[in-house]
């Protein structure tokens, strides 16, 4: 069981950074891989990037492909997506999200292999 706590969702300009943070709790977090997904208004909930526990494997959506970069600490549990050049497409709610996995497997990029979410942070970029 992983309890996930997402922060740093804000309103910034575009162009702006903000740095996401998730703080886990629970047993066996290093095991897991983490994701962000996020989900706009009238859209789909999709998955911008993900980690592996050895951080060896990780994802990103095209549309954030060297703008954003994710990170983790297993001894410290959390996880973090630094987000940078922000544009208003961005605009969405930010969940961290859990997937059990083995240690080394490539990280999961399907939303229903994720079973434990954050409540999420509402991030916003204006023009």
């Known amino acids: 069981q992983v309890h996930l706590v997402e922060s740093g969702g804000q309103s910034v300009q575009a162009g702006g950074s903000l740095r996401l943070s998730c703080a886990a709790s629970?047993?066996?977090?290093?095991?897991?891989?983490m994701g962000w997904f996020r989900q706009a208004p009238r859209k789909e909930r999709d998955l911008v990037s993900a980690?592996?526990?050895?951080?060896?494997?990780?994802y990103y959506a095209d549309s954030v492909k060297g703008r954003f970069t994710i990170s983790r600490d297993n001894a410290k549990n959390m996880v973090w997506l630094q987000m940078n050049s922000l544009k208003p497409e961005d605009t969405a709610v930010y969940y961290c999200?859990?997937?059990?996995?083995?240690?080394?497997?490539?990280?999961?990029?399907?939303?229903?292999?994720?079973?434990?979410w954050g409540q999420g942070t509402q991030v916003t970029v204006s023009s």
């Open positions: 629970g047993h066996g977090f290093a095991y897991y891989t």
């Open positions: 980690i592996n526990w050895s951080s060896g494997s990780m």
């Open positions: 999200a859990a997937a059990a996995s083995d240690p080394f497997s490539k990280v999961k990029v399907t939303t229903n292999e994720y079973g434990y």
